[in-house]
């Protein structure tokens, strides 16, 4: 069974950065034979995509509103993918969430099979 555990939230002022990280375990086939993804939620609001990266050739995709500011990526050896957020905004301000799927990329919460339990992320000065 796949278990995910996310680190690395706190709060931040306006314009700082944070590294969340998604330590996996009980992936037998390795990482990378997951697609990867990091969702948000926050308070009155849906749980959103907000980057994956992808099970086949470690492509990476960010929603519009973090591109430039958020870089996904992998590693495989220590089977933990990394969520670097820098120049944050107060909308930033969520719960973030790992979640691994068996397939290929997606941005829809319903498409993945396994979650972890959530980062807190607050950006305010």
């Known amino acids: 069974q796949v278990q995910l555990v996310e680190s690395g939230g706190g709060l931040v002022q306006p314009g700082g950065s944070l590294t969340l990280s998604c330590a996996a375990s009980?992936?037998?086939?390795?990482?990378?034979?997951?697609?990867v993804g990091w969702f948000r939620q926050a308070p009155g609001k849906g749980r959103e995509g907000v980057s994956c990266i992808s099970r086949s050739d470690g492509s990476t995709y960010h929603r519009d509103s973090v591109k430039g500011r958020f870089t996904i990526s992998r590693d495989n050896a220590k089977n933990t993918v990394y969520l670097q957020m820098s120049s944050l905004r107060p909308e930033d301000t969520a719960v973030y969430y790992c979640?691994?799927?068996?397939?290929?990329?997606?941005?829809?919460?319903?498409?993945?099979?396994?979650w972890g339990q959530g980062t807190q992320v607050t950006v305010s000065s």
């Open positions: 979640a691994a799927r068996a397939g290929g990329v997606g941005d829809s919460p319903s498409a993945y099979d396994y």
């Open positions: 009980g992936v037998t086939e390795g990482l990378d034979y997951y697609t």
